[in-house]
């Protein structure tokens, strides 16, 4: 299945470098030229090595992140789970699962894989020094200037990680809660500066000039046509998502078979949960696995990636799996069955799934 899973991904890249790069190239482009602006901050770091993007950069660097992204998540679970004949099904479903590694690759060089390299970083790293509170915050920082809906999409989950890292294993003190306070105030008002006050000051034609002057073949305008996401209100955005609602909606069957599939996954997790052995610890970790589907759900009713927003969430859900087997648990967990049938029928489907998309499913 991981030899599959692997071919699945090689073909996913060599149909992805064939596809014009519309989001993840003018990301690229924009920068702090014009003043403090939204979905401008991987572009000013561009800036300040090259005045001239070229197309293949977002191929590049995209795929460094990638990379960086799965050797990461290999040591994390080598060292949460170990790679023993028993925990293999485990790896298949979370690293072969098509809303992870699959799907990161099939949006190469968009800004969601950045929160999933981060949350590992958390994972990976001591939590216990009043530090690592500051550290996540400063990468959810950065995560909100990539793009502000990592506020919903990957911050809840490096909450997560701090509570249960930070909070539960080392103790509740009064300068951790109030760091920890600070720093929800300090992103809340990061967010609202960028939802409202952080399109673009110009007109959108002086806008798409000064995008051209930093365009490795400035012939290509074909990918500068989303240059109106820096002038998009709010209110816009929501309406046009409602607006694809009743089509959007017709993937949930496809989207809930998905999650289904992925049943032996979720078994272990809830076995995992169950036994913790602080009556407190379980509550707290429902709730936070609460709080991130929350956040799902409000994107879902802003934007309308929906594919990219389930893929997400399920890969939220995998890495507070990990932050929980740090906890104290009263009882052994049993592992994935690598015997049922049922489980190992879903294993292949699962590796064989090459993706689950941007917008709607496949």
Sequence with gaps: MLAVNVAVITGVFIHKITLPPYVPYIHLLVDYHFGFVKRALIGEIVSLFTQKVPVWLVFALGGAVW??????????????????????????????????LKNFMHTLGHFDIYGCLFAIVLLLIPAQSVGFVLLAALLSVILILIHHIHLLMYVPTIAVIVVIRHYLTGGIKT???????????????????LQFWGTMPVPEADFVAYLKTRMADPTRTDLLG?????YQPLAKEISDTW??????????????????????????????????????????????????????????????????????????????????????CSKKVEPISSRDRKTNAFGWIVSLIPRVGVIRPF
Excluded: Q
């Design 67 to 100: 990379l960086l992204t799965a050797a990461l998540f290999v040591k994390l679970f080598r060292r949460t789970f170990g790679f023993n004949e028993a925990h293999l099904p485990l790896f298949v479903f979370t690293a072969g699962s098509p809303f992870f």
């Design 175 to 193: 300068s951790n809660l109030a760091i920890g306070a600070i720093a929800i105030l300090s992103l809340g008002a990061l967010f609202v500066a």
């Design 243 to 328: 607006a694809r609602l009743p089509s959007n909606l017709l993937g949930v069957p496809v989207y809930a078979a998905l999650i289904w599939l992925h049943s032996p996954l979720w078994g272990y997790f809830a076995n995992s949960i169950r036994a913790l052995s602080d009556e407190r610890h379980r509550r707290i970790v429902v709730a936070g696995i609460i709080g991130v589907t929350v956040a799902a759900l409000i994107m879902f009713g802003i934007v309308f990636d929906y594919a990219r927003w389930t893929s997400n969430w399920a890969v939220c859900l995998f890495l507070i799996l990990h932050a929980v087997k740090t906890l104290p």
């Design 226 to 230: 989303f240059s109106f996401i820096w």
